[in-house]
């Protein structure tokens, strides 16, 4: 006996890939519905040979309905979400709104999947920023052995996390480079995209980080532990799918570099491409389509006294969004909803 399950927002990009990672995963559905706007009621969706129309989700009814992965943004999210969750359907919510709610569990499978349970205070379970998702993957191990002080982050974000306006947008602005009188002006982002890079995700808050760069620190605490110190930088840049992290580590105790990769290496989710040659390193375009969280350049800081400088690269639209979700619900069915 599988689940009724429900994608909310399944014309957006992360939609759309929530449909093919159930199919791909053979998660046991037994109905899927595929929700959006009335905008885009009757589009096309596709999961696995079969093709899907879209309902309307203003006027969807969800009793009934065992689990809904919402991939729409905070403002519909509020609206709906709480619909949902009293009609007796577990929400699991991409979008920030439920992100630091303290009633409502913020899920790494790999990571803290015991916490999982926490769904029932709300019915709502919350998939963290892609950003924070790749890195607590590669940084749980380590700090299981040796204990993680502080971490300091530099981002290189794709575009993908901004929507499909912001990939047509690189697009455009790309074509438009090559081609006189038809240059592309930025609307998505402050600052021209193509052949550049933009220090700034999300608004500024007073105390000059962004709040791209706050929900790194705040969702780190959340998921992992609330002791470990994080400051982030986090930058676009021009390309279409893929993030990629700088992290440098400092631990409690001395954890060397050799043992380092070889913790990483049977770490769940993570795959370790780490030759000290040229291409030896994953870089975004080489993972794009892949469930991983590549790790690379594992090697000592010698500035600090334990410290160790990691590059993560992972697809943001599988584990840093949709594959992060479908895992979420793959964990509830098999610890609390048990219909597979």
Known sequence: MGYKVAVVGATGNVGREMLNILAEREFPVDEIAALASRRSLGTECSFGDRTLKTQDLE????????????????????????????????????????????????????????????????????????????????????????????????????????????????????????????????????????FNVIPQIDVFLDSGETKEEWKMVAETKKIMDSAIKVTATCVRVPVFVGHSEAINIEFEDFLDEDEARDILREAPGVMVIDKREPGGYITPVECVGDYATFVSRIRQDSTIENGLNLWVVSDNLRKGAALNAVQIAEVLGQRALKKG
Request: charged residues 20%; proline residues 7%.
């Open 59 to 194: 006027q969807f009814d969800f009793t009934g309905w065992d689990i809904a992965l919402f991939a729409i943004g905070s403002d519909a999210t509020r609206e709906y979400a709480p619909r949902a969750a009293r009609a007796g359907c577990v929400v699991i919510d991409n979008s920030s709104l439920y992100r630091y709610d303290p009633d409502v569990p913020l899920i790494v499978p790999e990571v803290n999947a015991d916490a999982v349970m926490g769904y029932a205070k709300k019915n709502i379970i919350a998939n963290p920023n892609c950003s924070t998702a790749q890195m607590v993957v590669a940084l749980k191990p380590l700090h299981d052995r040796a204990r993680i002080k502080r971490v300091v982050v530099s981002t290189y974000q794709s575009v993908s996390g901004s929507g499909k306006e912001a990939m047509d947008e690189l697009w455009n602005q790309t074509k438009g480079m090559y081609v006189p009188g038809q240059e592309v002006a930025p609307s998505v982002y402050p600052k021209q995209i193509a």
